[in-house]
Antibody, heavy 115, light 112 residues
Framework: QVQLQESGPGLVKPSETLSLTCSVS????????WSWIRQPPGKGLEWIGY???????NYNPSLKSRVTISLDMSKIQFSLKLSSVTAEDTAVYYC?????????WGQGTLVTVSS | QSALTQPRSVSGSPGQSVTISCTGT?????????VSWYQQHPGKAPKLMIY???KRPSGVPDRFSGSNSGNTASLTISGLQAEDEADYFC????????????FGGGTKLTVL
């Protein structure tokens, strides 16, 4: 059974870059899409973007200028970078398997943007 | 503002059926057969309940069913149980050939 685990700083200063990594176990990275989604406290889900195992990516148009998702197949993990963060980026960030629907989720990690 | 519109709340008594709607446009729900539904209990990660409009992942009870009509998708839960009380989110591909993903704002299901 595939398991995903997010890791990274829980506190990021405004204007800096949020960086998270998702470690995948129990499954190969090949032949799947891998995604990031976030959920601001008390609010709904927002799609950030996905990466295919081939390396092709697709990002939420509203975040596209600030987002990079990358894949490290040797480490069996994928990463999220979100630049120039503001308080609006405070959310629980989830990594997931899938591109159109998501069958495996990480537990989520709260990232707070604050000075 | 969420791209897909869901009712903020629905409720039902144990044993009854409830339906949660998810309304989009001809560029998302109405154009793609990739609507999915997620259940989220407080403090937990969402769980996939329905994908590709009406398919159930292994382990999801057949009390949960999905359908769509035009620009509106629906999740029906029959034989309501106390543990069904949760937030439910819908999702769909969106955009012509861009394959973006959009979510609904979520619906709180209360089992009376």
């Amino acid at each position: 059974q595939v398991q995903l685990q997010e890791s990274g700083p829980g506190l990021v200063k405004p204007s800096e870059t949020l960086s998270l990594t998702c470690s995948v176990s129990g499954a190969s990275i090949s032949s799947y899409y891998w995604s990031w989604i976030r959920q601001p406290p008390g609010k709904g889900l927002e799609w950030i973007g996905y990466i295919y195992y081939s390396g092709s990516t697709n990002y939420n148009p509203s975040l596209k200028s600030r987002v990079t998702i990358s894949l490290d197949m040797s480490k069996i993990q994928f990463s999220l970078k979100l630049s120039s963060v503001t308080a609006e980026d405070t959310a629980v960030y989830y990594c997931l398997r899938g591109g159109s629907w998501f069958d495996s989720w990480g537990q989520g990690t709260l990232v707070t943007v604050s000075s | 503002q969420s791209a897909l519109t869901q009712p903020r709340s629905v409720s039902g008594s144990p044993g009854q059926s409830v339906t949660i709607s998810c309304t989009g446009t001809s560029s998302d729900v109405g154009d793609y057969y990739y609507v999915s539904w997620y259940q989220q209990h407080p403090g937990k990660a969402p769980k996939l309940m329905i994908y590709d409009v009406s398919k159930r992942p292994s382990g999801v009870p057949d009390r949960f069913s999905g359908s769509n009509s035009g620009n509106t998708a629906s999740l029906t839960i029959s034989g309501l149980q106390a543990e069904d009380e949760a937030d439910y989110f819908c999702s769909s591909y969106a955009g012509t050939y861009t394959f973006d993903v959009v979510f609904g704002g979520g619906t709180k299901l209360t089992v009376l």
